[in-house]
């Protein structure tokens, strides 16, 4: 099996490179590419992430007019149509927003147009037990065949799909073992994502700084290790604190109520030595950030899949912000391959 990646991205092509080989990495703006070069790669399964800015619940919405959506708009206006040769399969990810697009609805004409029969979803990890919200927008996307009879082996909804389909399906036997995989959405809690092989080593260069403590800590979202959710991890994760991610209690001997309670006095009072003492008391939490590795498993990266130790820790932050659940993914691809020659 064959597979390349196109990005622009210096660093995240040096990760793909670590982990996956050189010959898997082409730094190239896809809106260069061409029908011809795409039919030259036979390509089964296509996978796009378009940059999200574009759609944010915070940013300006500027869709089709904002320049970061040219290169998709070049691949679905430009190069599918034309193609020979088209993908069997297609997958699109982006944030939730990108369903209200005029980028979506161009993307959707495109392909029926192209053949392709669609399904569409709303999905986070919580969905399947995974303790961390990542509210994300999915398509997947199959060409038909020429009975023009379903490809997929569950039906659409009327508008987006906000589960993962399984048990409600007749799925036949060569598919036990994804029958199995969709059935079982076990929940897990933050303890089982801990990176607890390394933490004696690095911990404390993790833990929260005064002055985030004294400026912050009535914004922080705070997990411990029996929760069993934690906020969207983004890019400014570790740089910034409000809206970035969750923040982790490691001290089990005392409660977040226990330790707010007692520094709710404080909250107001400007005086040093009260502000030292309610900085003191907040550290009784132990509160550190989840280290990069823990992102990556929260994000359900295998454990074989690591990082360049030349990277730093606030590029591996960025790259995991703009990333993917890999366990949601995968269960996709496989809807999405089901009955697949």
Do not use: W
Not at 11 to 28: K, L, M, P, Q, T
Not at 76 to 101: A, D, Q, R, Y
Not at 180 to 197: C, G, P, R, T, W
């Amino acid at each position: 099996m064959n597979f390349c990646a196109f990005d622009i991205n210096t660093v995240a092509n040096e990760v793909y490179s670590h982990n996956f080989g050189f010959d898997s990495v082409n730094e190239r703006n896809i809106a260069s590419l061409t029908a011809e070069e795409m039919d030259a790669m036979a390509i089964d399964l296509l996978t796009m992430s378009p940059p999200c800015q574009p759609f944010t619940r915070l940013g300006l919405k500027l869709d089709t007019h904002d320049r970061r959506t040219d290169s998709f708009i070049h691949v679905m206006t430009e190069v599918i149509p034309s193609m020979k040769h088209k993908p069997k399969h297609i997958l699109i990810e982006n944030v939730k927003g990108f369903e209200e697009s005029k980028t979506r609805d161009l993307a959707l004409s495109v392909l029926k147009n192209s053949c392709y029969e669609i399904r569409e979803f709303l999905l986070s990890p919580t969905n399947i037990g995974i303790p961390n919200s990542r509210l994300r927008y999915y398509l997947l996307a199959k060409q038909k065949n020429d009975l023009n009879s379903s490809q997929f082996v569950f039906p659409q909804a009327d508008l987006f799909l906000t589960e993962i389909p399984a048990t409600e399906f007749n799925i036949n036997a060569s598919s036990k073992g994804c029958r199995h995989i969709l059935n079982e959405f076990k929940q897990l809690n933050i303890a089982s994502f801990v990176d607890h092989k390394n933490l004696h080593i690095n911990e404390a260069n993790y833990l929260l700084p005064d002055n985030v403590l004294r400026k912050y800590s009535m914004i922080l979202d705070i997990v411990d290790y029996e929760s069993v959710r934690s906020c969207c991890f983004t890019r400014g994760y570790g740089q910034f604190v409000h809206g970035t991610g969750s923040v982790l209690k490691t001290n089990s001997v005392v409660t977040i109520d226990e330790v707010y309670s007692k520094i709710d006095k404080f909250s107001e009072d400007e005086d040093q030595e009260k502000g030292n003492r309610r900085i003191q008391l907040l550290k009784e939490l132990k509160l550190r950030y989840f280290t990069p590795r823990e992102v990556a498993n929260l994000m359900c990266f295998p454990q074989k899949f690591s990082f360049p130790t030349i990277l730093t820790d606030r590029q591996m932050y960025k790259l995991l912000g703009n990333s993917v659940n890999v366990k949601v993914i995968s269960l996709l691809l496989r809807l999405l391959l089901l009955n697949a020659d």
